[in-house]
């Protein structure tokens, strides 16, 4: 650790590759908002949402998913973006700058998180999700069989990336992320599960990867040097045959090349979704995990083990999200050079201020309510069911849970932490389906 003179505080500026400063060391990291309108534009919601979170101190806030293709959604209530080469302006930009000053009203930056769903999108959004191959998604049956990308329709989506990003700067957004993680559609290629190409798209890590560093190299084209460009990548699929984190440790030496300012270490699919803290069927989960020292075990954050080998060989700043509750792992994390940045998600959707109280020193610990959302303890109900149904109910209800906390501030209310589990995973069912209603009206 470093020497207490030059201890590294939350609120400490931090200056990107690209010489933008942060204001500090905190982000309110990605997390899908679902409060778009039926023809999938930014609504009001997300200006009073963003302003509660810039007003909460943050140095960064990234969006949730922002769709390049409005065919084909993470969920229906995302805000979609894909304008053809020849348009202007897209339908809703007075929306996306509304957006854009709400969520950069305290001086902070706000960068749009840029992502296509690929073969992760339900039933209820499309019928035909698309993927590097034609390998499904086997979940409870809620996704159909995705059709493998023609190459042309590959090279229209790079380009889709770097037009999105344009859009988002002209907004007035500070800064964009490519989302290749969680087994979207850009981390699908990377694996060799679900990417099973022989084309100059699949086989070699190389050619798996080439999708990602070129939709990286538009979207730096598309904004310029000086604009903050980050990538979101995990560390690992945690997954038999998947992207592990020896091929992640290469991916990012490539990404060293590509003048990115931020590289967000995360981890995990729809599969197995270590992102949430959780493992899922236990067919597909990695026999063998990397050793894990006993203060590493100690620690919060899922993703800190992998964060300092990706270390070692990344040129640059690293942000890591996932587990992060206390002060003092915060600053442990940060002090340890283990990471830049430190991301917060789903604190903020109950305490939106939890940034500033951690950096004034008014408390020392984010607010935590992972403990009670569950339906048991242990056993047969509880989160580590052997029942994947059962163990879904447990992962999705607390995600629902969070959700509602999302809409209620971005309502303008404050938010409502005695909701049960089971009320909000039927209440979040509810209106997925009826929003994917109205969404596929509205496009009639």
Same mark, same amino acid.
């Given at each position: 650790m470093n020497n207490e003179m030059n201890t590294i505080e939350l609120n400490q500026p931090f200056t990107l590759p690209c010489g933008v400063v942060l204001p500090n060391r905190l982000c309110k990291a990605a997390m899908t908002e679902g409060v778009a309108n039926a023809k999938l534009?930014?609504?009001?919601?997300?200006?009073?949402?963003?302003?509660?979170?810039?007003?909460?101190?943050?140095?960064?806030?990234?969006t949730g998913n922002v769709l390049i293709d409005r065919n084909i959604l993470e969920r229906p209530g995302n805000v979609s973006i894909d304008p053809a080469p020849e348009q202007g302006e897209p339908q809703g930009m007075d929306a996306l700058r509304a957006w854009a000053k709400a969520g950069t009203s305290n001086g902070n930056q706000l960068w749009m998180q840029i992502s296509h769903a690929g073969r992760q999108s339900p039933r209820y959004v499309t019928t035909q999700p698309v993927g590097p191959s034609a390998v499904q998604l086997e979940l409870l049956g809620n996704y159909a069989a995705p059709r493998a990308l023609r190459e042309d329709e590959i090279l229209d989506l790079i380009q889709r990336f770097a037009r999105v990003a344009r859009i988002a700067k002209d907004a007035g957004f500070? &800064?964009?992320?490519?989302?290749?993680a969680h087994g979207y559609l850009l981390s699908s290629f990377l694996s060799p599960v679900t990417n099973q190409r022989t084309d100059q798209w699949g086989g070699s890590l190389e050619n798996r990867a080439r999708f990602l560093l070129e939709a990286v190299r538009a979207v730096r084209k598309a904004v310029g040097a000086n604009f903050p460009v980050a990538v979101k990548l995990n560390s690992d699929d945690f997954r038999k045959g998947g992207f592990s984190n020896e091929e992640c440790l290469q991916v990012v030496k490539w990404l060293n090349d590509e003048k990115i300012d931020l590289l967000e270490i995360s981890g995990g699919t729809y599969e197995q979704p270590r992102l949430l803290?959780?493992?899922?069927?236990?067919?597909?989960?990695?026999?063998?995990?990397?050793?894990?020292?006993?203060?590493?075990k100690k620690r919060e954050a899922y993703f800190l083990n992998y964060a300092k080998a990706i270390r070692e060989v990344a040129t640059m700043p690293l942000m890591v999200t996932g587990g992060f509750r206390s002060r003092e792992a915060m600053q442990e994390?940060?002090?340890?050079?283990?990471?830049?940045?430190? &991301?917060?998600?789903?604190?903020l959707c109950t305490h939106p201020d939890t940034p500033k109280q951690l950096m004034n020193g008014k408390i020392d610990r984010a607010a935590s309510f992972e403990h009670m959302l569950k339906l048991?303890?242990? &056993?047969?109900?509880?989160?580590?069911?052997?029942?994947?149904?059962?163990?879904?109910?447990?992962?999705? &209800?607390?995600?629902a849970w969070y959700y509602q906390q999302i809409f209620r501030l971005a309502d303008g209310l404050e938010a409502k932490p005695s909701m049960s589990l089971i009320g909000s995973f039927f209440k979040y069912l509810f209106n997925e389906w009826t929003t994917a209603f109205k969404v596929k009206r509205s496009s009639r």
């Open positions: 534009q930014a609504t009001q919601r997300h200006a009073t949402l963003y302003k509660r979170w810039a007003e909460g101190g943050a140095g960064i806030l990234i500070t &800064g964009v992320q490519v989302h290749g803290g959780h493992t899922g069927a236990t067919d597909s989960v990695k026999d063998e995990q990397p050793a894990v020292r006993e203060s590493t994390a940060l002090n340890d050079g283990v990471c830049d940045v430190i &991301g917060l998600g789903r604190p048991a303890d242990k &056993g047969i109900f509880s989160p580590v069911s052997p029942v994947l149904p059962l163990k879904l109910i447990n992962v999705l &209800g607390a995600q």
